[in-house]
């Protein structure tokens, strides 16, 4: 997986370096419901949940989905062949490692770069509950729309970060990255 992580860091630092990132994809609408914990629409074209099934897959690529997006770790139990089966079903699939104990900014930086790359189309951002999208989602939003730690723990328990020590520890790190 540290493998994985660096070669996308290498991927953004180059398309960066040579200006060649283009704009951003089309997501409209609101996206289909996916049959899974805690789903709900986070912004237009962009959803997000806990565990996808495999049967999802499918289904997903015919209600308009383009892209899921896990942000579990390895060390946790989830299909191995997630990506395989996303990829059969024609969506786009990332992996963001992302614990709760562990957040960073650089998980947020990294959601920034695929949504920005991914292609048009409905995006699922999922992990085991949807408490670790939420928190990435306030950070990103911290990003995008140069918000306060505040204002992004606020957007992280509305996304679904749920525990208010979570929603603490974003706006802690999005007042160290001003």
């Known amino acids: 997986m540290l493998v994985a992580m660096k070669k996308w860091l290498l991927i953004l630092a180059t398309c960066l370096a040579l200006g060649a990132c283009q ?13 899974i914990a805690n789903f709900r629409t986070i912004a237009p074209g962009i959803a ?16 308009g989905y383009s892209t899921v997006i896990n942000l579990r770790p390895d060390s946790e139990d989830f299909p191995r062949d997630e990506h395989t089966m996303a990829e059969a079903a024609g969506l786009s699939y990332y992996q963001i490692p992302v614990t709760g104990s562990a957040l960073t900014m650089d998980s947020a930086y990294a959601l920034q770069w695929i949504l ?7 995006v699922l951002i999922h992990c085991r509950s949807g408490a670790r999208v939420g928190a990435i989602w306030g950070m990103y939003q911290a990003l995008e729309n140069d918000l306060d730690g505040a204002a992004a723990s ?23 990255e001003k």
């Open 23 to 35: 704009s951003a994809p089309v997501r409209e609408g609101e996206p289909a419901k996916v049959e």
């Open 48 to 63: 997000s949940g806990g565990q996808v099934e495999p049967l999802h897959f499918a289904v997903m690529k015919k209600q």
């Open 116 to 122: 920005d790359e991914a292609p048009d189309g409905h």
């Open 154 to 176: 606020d957007v992280a328990m509305k996304a679904g970060a749920r525990k208010q020590a979570l929603a603490d520890q974003v706006a802690k790190l999005v007042d160290a």
